[in-house]
């Protein structure tokens, strides 16, 4: 149990400073609203009012993130299996071609759907 105590710390550390920044904010922080203050950012540009059959947001920017994502976690899981590769044995080769295989799913979906083009 004594191994875990750091970790606890380190943890009770996190959440108390979370906690703490957000109790200050609010004590601190300005409390004068208004509507512009209260209307979602659009980067000092006044929204134009949208007819109702506009045409539809483009989702390029959330299909970039998707795939950042996607490629993020897939090195954060490859580079631990690169360092102890040869403990892993034939369970952990295995794994890996069924992950690389999971992630290439995605990144072919990404790749039809238009998400590596920038036009």
Sequence with gaps: MNVYVPILVLGAVAVGFAVFSVVVASLVGPKRYNRAKLEAYECGI???????????????FYLTAMLFIIFDIEIVFLYPWAVHFDALGTFGLVAMILFIVNVSVAYAYEWRRGGLSWE
Excluded at 46 to 60: D, L, N, Y
């Design 46 to 60: 006044e929204p134009a009012p949208q007819p109702v059959g506009a045409s539809r947001f483009p989702v390029k």
